[in-house]
């Protein structure tokens, strides 16, 4: 490796970065290409020859940076992925050079101190003790995964790591909860069709009356509670269960009680907001995603877990070529003896770098202004008769409907799709419709440091004025009489 080449392109390549995160904003969000064309653009064969860093960086800039969605523009507010902070990217490009491999102490000192460290930061935001332990994983799936693992095993007393399920056992959910809990609950093996998902009330919180009633319908069939799964920062809306009633409920039917706070984790650095996510620390364990809401870059998911005791009932193996024998006073903290995966991305080298650059009051504020808007987006759309909000948020998530008359749900459901269609071929916005309680809505959710409350006002005006259009042309076709 020529390292003057190296030295060369890299510089040009931070120059560059700076320019793009500076510049992002006049860009196009989303490119106006079919898959087929960037199919074709990279249906290339393994490449025999070389290409210098330079003419890398020429085909990178040529056929990737136009095709990206930029994640980073301030009109993004889609799916959670948050415009990345600046320190935790360069944290990033020093991890892969470093190459860390946070799996086994020999493989990263500093490296496993380091993370030890970010999670003992996350859970003193949750408000465990010093008893509590925890992974940084590959994102709030994983954890979740993690999360159900733990329950199966502790309220199996530690039997099901052996010796498989002995009983029909029993999840608890509310209908708002996130994809991963239905795969979670599948690859620890309780089973999708033994995952209860509970009707919400009106603010979308999961109806205590309908969770008792279920457990109790379930233990009259001779059916057996596992895990109790509290949402705290639903997906669609940011919606928060009751967690000291789960947790009570949890105790009572002595089972396991995780909280998936993937994207309401960021909460706990709210300011403006405080007390949201209470009882928090009641659960057993907690799904955090700094790469949601704490602005890393991709990936950094947590499970966080008040008793480590668990992790290592639930994980614990030493195979002989993995086992330290350097380490005679077992002083080194072996991550793949209290955790799922082996070889670990050093992750925690973003976060703590973003904490200690910005610390966490100005992290706690970016999260503040992305409430903000949402809440003045409500205000905006309740204003308007045209538009109806799902609730008031208490995050950052919030779902509008837009009222025609005349139309059906299928006719509904066909504007709203049409219309996030038209808006993302713009390239000014970017936000996915949702369904809930049988009905499709726009979902909007900043977590975008650079976004304002004026961009929330231009995104209002263009939304109404395509849902209009939209109409408009539905109305006049032939299919839809009024
Ligand atoms: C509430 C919730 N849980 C879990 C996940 C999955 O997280 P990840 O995409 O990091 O795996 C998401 C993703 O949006 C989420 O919103």
């Given at each position: 490796m020529q390292y003057e080449q190296f030295r060369h392109a890299g510089h040009y390549l931070v120059d560059f970065i700076a320019d793009y995160l500076q510049n992002?904003?006049?860009?196009?969000?989303?490119?106006?290409?079919?898959?087929?064309?960037?199919?074709?653009?990279?249906?290339?064969?393994?490449?025999?020859?070389?290409?210098?860093?330079?003419?890398?960086?020429?085909?990178?800039?040529?056929?990737?940076?136009?095709?990206?969605?930029?994640?980073?523009?301030?009109?993004?507010?889609?799916?959670?992925?948050?415009?990345?902070?600046?320190?935790?990217?360069?944290?990033?490009?020093?991890?892969?050079?470093?190459?860390?491999?946070?799996?086994?102490?020999?493989?990263?000192?500093?490296?496993?101190?380091?993370?030890?460290?970010?999670?003992?930061?996350?859970?003193?935001?949750?408000?465990?003790?010093?008893?509590?332990?925890?992974?940084?994983?590959?994102?709030?799936?994983?954890?979740?995964?993690?999360?159900?693992?733990?329950?199966?095993?502790?309220?199996?007393?530690?039997?099901?790591?052996?010796?498989?399920?002995?009983?029909q056992w029993i999840a608890y959910v509310s209908e708002e909860r996130h994809v991963s809990i239905d795969k979670a609950v599948d690859a620890v093996g309780i089973g999708r069709e033994n995952l209860r998902a509970l009707p919400t009330d009106d603010e979308f919180k999961i109806r205590i009356d309908a969770?008792?009633?279920?457990?109790?319908?379930?233990?009259?069939?001779?059916?057996?509670?596992?895990?109790?799964?509290?949402?705290?920062?639903?997906?669609?809306?940011?919606?928060?269960?009751d967690l000291v009633a789960l947790h009570k409920i949890a105790q009572r039917e002595n089972c396991w009680m995780h909280v998936d706070a993937a994207y309401g984790g960021g909460m706990l650095l709210s300011e403006k907001n405080p007390g949201l996510m209470n009882g928090l620390q009641l659960a057993d364990s907690v799904t955090i995603d700094p790469h949601k809401w704490f602005y890393a870059p991709l990936d950094a998911g947590a499970i966080l877990v008040k008793d480590h005791k668990r992790l290592t009932a639930s994980f614990g193996m030493e195979p002989a070529y993995l086992t330290d024998q350097t380490d005679q006073k077992k002083d080194r903290y072996q991550f793949y003896v209290h955790g799922f995966e082996q070889s670990k991305r050093f992750r925690s080298l973003k976060v703590w770098c973003s904490f200690h650059h910005y610390g966490k009051k100005q992290i706690g504020e970016w999260i503040d202004n992305n409430v903000e808007q949402a809440k003045y987006l409500h205000e905006v759309a309740s204003a308007d008769d045209h538009f109806i909000s799902a609730t008031s948020p208490v995050m950052s998530a919030i779902c509008l409907r837009y009222k025609a008359e005349g139309l059906n749900d299928q006719q509904l459901k066909q504007l709203h799709h049409e219309v996030a269609t038209r808006i993302e071929k713009g390239g000014q916005f970017w936000f996915?419709?949702?369904?809930?309680?049988?009905?499709?809505?726009?979902?909007?959710?900043?977590?975008?440091?650079?976004?304002?409350?004026?961009?929330?006002?231009?995104?209002?005006?263009?939304?109404?004025?395509?849902?209009?259009?939209?109409?408009?042309e539905m109305t006049k076709s032939t299919q839809v009489k009024i």
């Open positions: 992002v904003h006049n860009k196009p969000l989303f490119p106006d290409v079919q898959p087929a064309y960037l199919h074709e653009l990279f249906d290339e064969a393994l490449p025999e020859e070389q290409l210098s860093l330079q003419e890398l960086q020429q085909q990178l800039e040529e056929k990737l940076l136009p095709n990206c969605t930029h994640v980073s523009h301030p009109g993004y507010m889609g799916l959670i992925t948050p415009s990345p902070n600046p320190a935790g990217i360069l944290a990033d490009f020093l991890a892969s050079a470093l190459n860390q491999n946070l799996g086994a102490y020999s493989i990263g000192p500093a490296a496993t101190a380091m993370e030890l460290r970010v999670i003992r930061w996350l859970n003193d935001l949750i408000g465990y003790d010093e008893k509590a332990g925890g992974n940084l994983t590959s994102g709030g799936m994983t954890a979740n995964f993690i999360g159900l693992k733990l329950a199966r095993d502790f309220t199996s007393k530690d039997k099901a790591q052996y010796e498989g399920l002995d009983k969770l008792e009633k279920a457990i109790e319908n379930d233990k009259r069939n001779g059916l057996h509670p596992i895990c109790i799964i509290g949402l705290a920062g639903t997906t669609n809306l940011g919606a928060v269960d996915a419709t949702t369904a809930m309680k049988g009905k499709t809505w726009f979902r909007i959710n900043p977590v975008n440091i650079h976004t304002t409350l004026a961009h929330m006002s231009n995104l209002f005006q263009l939304l109404k004025q395509t849902c209009e259009e939209v109409y408009e």
